[in-house]
C-alpha cells in the first residue's frame, strides 16, 4: 500500500460526536505521543508535540484528515452559499487607493471589485491614461503569491518591491527600471521583516536573518542584520552593515532620512522598545553611532532639517511626544518638546511641510496641524467620529491626502490643503451598504478589577434588546495594538443579516499609551481576558445578546484571547473563532520569531512565577475533561510563519479529545496561505462565509432574514 495513503487512513481512525440537525460528526484520532517537559521541577506533557513538525507526512495526513471533516460540516449548512454570494456581491465595488508622486509619476492601487490582488496603475505628472505598472494577479495562478511592498528611489527612475509566497514572512524582492518596467539584475531571496531604503541610484539597505536550517516556517529566526545591496552585484556580495556578531539584535530596521544623508537604524530584542544608530552618510568612512541606547522606550526618527532631528518618543512620556534634538547632542536631557505630551495618545507624520498629530481619544481620532516649531496650526475638521489615516507626503506638495471610515461609513478618501486646512472628497467608493439604517456608538463598561474599558457597538437601527441577537464580541488586548473604528465589507454582511458587532478596547492595547498596555502584559494578562468576559456580559446583561447568542473572535494575540477566555469561561459563548492563535504559552518562543514577544507575555523560563502564571491561562494547558465547550472554528494557515499552524493544531487536538457536549470542535486550515497579509480575495471571502454559516449555526440559526 502506498505509504502516504497508510498513513492518511491510519490517522482517519474516528471518534465520534453527535450533532442533533446534522448527521454524526466523526474527528480523526490524533495520536498521542509521550513528550514531557521539565519547567522547574515540574513535569508537563505534551502529547502532541509530533504535530510541531510541519516537514512531517503524518502531519501533513492530519492537517488533510481534519480539513475533510470541517469541509463536510460546513456543506451541511443551508446557507453557506448564500452568505458566499452576498459577501461577493458587496466586496463587488471598485476600490481605489489615495495616490502618491514618484519621480515623473503619478501612482495608486486599484481593484476593480473582485480581482484577487489590487493592481498598482500611475499616468504621467504630465497628464495621459492611466496605465497597469504592476499586477499582483499575475504572480501566481491561485492569488497564493502577493505584492508586500514597494519602495521607489528618490527621483523615481528605479522601483524595488517584494513578494510573499503562500502567506509566507519569508519575501522575495525584485528591482525595476521604472520608465520600461524592465527587471534589473536577478531576483534577491530570504529576506524577512525588511523594508526596503534606497540610497540614491546605487543600492539599497534590507534586513534579513540567516536561513534556518530546517523548516524555515516554524525554526527559530533570531539575530537581523542589515545589508546593503549594490546593483548590479549578485546578494551574494552584499555587504552586512549592522549586526551580527557585533551587535545580536532580534528586530533591525534601516531607512535614511528625506534628504539620504543619515542611515537610521533601529534596533530591538522584543516588539516594544528600541536604540537608535544613526550613520552620516556624507561624511565617506564615518561609522555608526548609537544616539538612543537600552530599550526603555518606543522612539523613532520622523523628520530632520540638517543636524536637527525631529524625534517622536515614549520616553518620559507615556502618552507620546514629538521632541526635537541636535545630532552632535543626542542626550535625551538636551531634547526639547516641539509637540509636548497631552492626556491622549499622539502618533505623528510629516507633509506638505507640517507636522500633523493624529491624537486618540478613547480611540477616536482627533487631527492636528503644526508648523516645524510646534506652533499649532488647526485642529482639522474630520467628516464624523471615526478613524482618519494618511496626513503624509513629500515636503513640496501642497495637497495630500487622508482616508476617513468608521464601521457604518465605508473608506473614503479625501484631499487636504495643507495651507488653508480645506477638505474634499477624492474618491467615495460605491458600496452596497446603506449607512442610514445602521448605528454604531460607544459605551464604557466594568471590568472585573473596576476598570472602565470602552467598546463600540454596530448594528441595525431599531435593534430589539430581547437577547437573541447573534453577536460577535472582538478583541485583541496586545502589543501596544490600538483597536479604532474602521469599515470591513465583513462587518458590513454581518450586521446586514441582524448580527450586532462589538470591539472591545481591552488593555494590552495602546488605545490609552503606555499605562493601558503595561495593564494587560505579563503578570496583569489575566485583565485582558477579564476585560474580555466583562464586555461579552455587558452585552448580555443590557439585552444585546446572552450566552446562546454570542460569539468571540480575535486574530494572532486576539486568538489567545479567545482561547484563554473560554478555557476560564466555558459558558461565556456559544461559539468561539479563534483564528491563528498563540496558544501554547510555553513554547511560543521557541518558534520563529516568537521569542520576540516575550516583553508581552514572559516566557515559561524567565522564572518559577513566570511558567505558573502562562501555564494558569495557556490555552493549550488548561482544556479540561468533563467541560462542555462552546462550539469552536479554530483557523490557521499551514504557511504561517508568524504564529505556526502548530499552536492551532494543539489546541484543536486538547478539544477534540476532551470535549464533553455534542459542540462541534473544528479546525479550518487554509493551505498556501500564512498570518493573514496578501491573502486572496477569494480566499478572504470562502473564509469569512465558513466562520459566519459555522456561527449562525450552532446559534440555532435555521435561515437567514
Not at 35 to 63: I, M
Not at 160 to 181: F, H, M, P, Q
Not at 195 to 204: L, M, P, S
Amino acid at each position: 500500500m502506498n505509504k502516504k495513503l497508510s498513513l492518511i487512513l491510519t490517522v482517519i481512525a474516528m471518534s465520534s460526536v453527535h450533532l442533533g440537525n446534522t448527521q454524526e460528526l466523526k474527528y480523526p484520532e490524533t495520536k498521542k505521543g509521550q513528550v514531557v517537559d521539565q519547567f522547574f521541577g515540574e513535569s508537563v506533557p505534551d502529547p502532541y508535540r509530533w504535530l510541531e513538525n510541519d516537514l512531517a507526512a503524518d502531519t501533513k495526513s492530519w492537517v488533510v484528515a481534519q480539513n475533510k471533516v470541517t469541509y463536510d460540516y460546513l456543506a451541511q449548512i443551508p446557507y453557506r452559499d448564500q452568505l458566499k454570494q452576498q459577501l461577493t456581491d458587496i466586496w463587488n465595488y471598485e476600490k481605489v487607493g489615495t495616490p502618491f508622486i514618484e519621480g515623473a509619476y503619478t501612482y495608486f492601487y486599484k481593484n476593480d471589485g473582485l480581482q484577487q490582488h489590487a493592481v498598482l496603475y500611475r499616468k504621467s505628472n504630465k497628464g495621459g491614461k492611466e496605465e497597469v505598472f504592476l499586477d499582483p494577479n499575475t504572480f501566481s495562478k491561485d492569488g497564493s503569491t502577493s505584492l508586500s511592498d514597494v519602495s521607489f528611489s528618490k527621483d523615481g527612475s528605479l522601483m524595488a518591491y517584494s513578494i510573499s509566497e503562500g502567506g509566507s514572512d519569508w519575501r522575495k524582492v525584485i528591482i525595476l527600471n521604472t520608465a520600461d518596467k524592465k527587471q534589473i539584475g536577478k531576483t534577491l531571496i530570504d529576506i524577512k521583516f525588511s523594508g526596503i531604503a534606497w540610497k540614491g541610484n546605487t543600492g539599497f539597505y534590507y534586513s534579513s536573518y540567516d536561513k534556518p536550517k530546517g523548516s524555515e516556517l516554524s525554526e527559530k529566526t533570531d539575530q537581523h542584520k542589515v545589508y546593503f545591496h549594490q546593483l548590479g552585484t549578485a546578494q551574494a556580495k552584499d555587504k552586512m552593515i549592522f549586526g551580527g556578531a557585533a551587535v545580536q539584535r532580534r528586530y533591525i530596521g534601516a531607512n535614511l532620512t528625506d534628504d539620504e544623508r543619515f542611515l537610521i537604524i533601529s534596533a530591538a530584542n522584543t516588539t516594544t522598545g528600541n536604540e537608535l544608530y544613526v550613520q552620516d552618510l556624507s561624511k565617506p568612512g564615518s561609522k555608526i553611532i548609537n544616539i538612543l541606547s537600552g530599550f526603555d522606550s518606543n522612539t523613532s526618527i520622523i523628520d530632520n532639517d540638517g543636524d536637527t532631528f525631529y524625534v517622536q518618543t515614549n520616553l518620559n512620556a507615556p502618552n507620546n511626544k514629538l521632541v526635537k534634538m541636535n545630532i552632535r547632542q543626542p542626550e535625551s536631557k538636551n531634547w526639547i518638546d516641539v509637540i509636548p505630551q497631552t492626556e491622549n495618545v499622539l502618533e505623528v507624520s510629516t507633509g506638505g511641510g507640517y507636522l500633523f498629530a493624529n491624537y486618540l481619544k478613547d480611540a477616536i481620532s482627533v487631527i492636528e496641524q503644526y508648523d516645524y516649531t510646534g506652533k499649532k496650526i488647526r485642529e482639522i475638521k474630520l467628516p464624523g467620529v471615526g478613524t482618519a489615516a494618511g496626513f503624509s507626503g513629500k515636503k513640496k506638495e501642497k495637497t495630500i491626502y487622508y482616508v476617513f471610515s468608521n464601521y457604518i461609513t465605508p473608506s473614503t478618501s479625501f484631499t487636504f490643503n495643507v495651507d488653508n486646512g480645506q477638505s474634499e472628497v477624492y474618491i467615495k467608493p460605491k458600496v452596497k451598504f446603506n449607512s442610514d439604517e445602521f448605528e454604531s456608538k460607544q459605551v464604557f463598561y466594568t471590568s472585573k478589577d473596576g476598570t472602565k474599558v470602552p467598546m463600540i457597538i454596530t448594528h441595525k437601527k431599531g435593534l430589539k434588546l430581547d437577547g437573541k441577537n447573534p453577536t460577535i464580541v472582538y478583541g485583541y488586548g496586545g502589543f501596544n495594538i490600538s483597536l479604532t473604528p474602521g469599515f470591513s465589507v465583513s462587518t458590513a454582511n454581518w450586521i446586514q443579516n441582524g448580527g450586532v458587532y462589538a470591539v472591545a478596547n481591552l488593555r494590552g492595547g495602546g488605545e490609552y499609551g503606555q499605562k493601558w498596555h503595561d495593564g494587560g502584559r505579563q503578570f496583569n494578562k489575566l485583565n485582558v481576558f477579564n476585560d474580555f468576559i466583562a464586555a461579552a456580559k455587558y452585552l448580555q446583561s443590557n439585552g444585546y445578546t446572552s450566552p446562546d447568542y454570542t460569539a468571540l473572535s480575535g486574530g494572532s494575540n486576539g486568538g489567545l484571547l479567545v482561547g484563554a477566555t473560554i478555557t476560564l469561561d466555558p459558558t461565556i459563548a456559544k461559539v468561539a473563532l479563534p483564528a491563528v492563535g498563540v496558544l501554547d504559552m510555553l513554547r511560543y518562543h521557541t518558534f520563529t520569531a516568537g521569542a520576540g514577544w516575550g516583553y508581552d507575555y514572559g516566557t515559561a523560563n524567565d522564572s518559577k512565577e513566570m511558567f505558573d502564571y502562562l501555564k494558569g491561562y495557556s490555552p493549550v494547558h488548561n482544556v479540561k475533561e468533563g467541560v462542555c465547550y462552546p462550539a469552536t472554528l479554530v483557523t490557521t494557515g499551514d504557511h504561517d510563519d508568524r504564529v505556526v499552524p502548530a499552536h492551532s493544531y494543539k489546541f484543536v487536538s486538547e478539544l477534540q479529545a476532551k470535549q464533553k457536549c455534542d459542540r462541534p470542535v473544528l479546525i479550518r486550515i487554509e493551505t498556501k496561505a500564512g498570518h493573514g497579509a496578501g491573502r486572496s480575495t477569494e480566499v478572504v471571502i470562502n473564509e469569512t462565509a465558513d466562520k459566519y454559516a459555522f456561527t449562525l449555526w450552532n446559534m440555532g440559526i435555521k435561515a437567514l432574514k
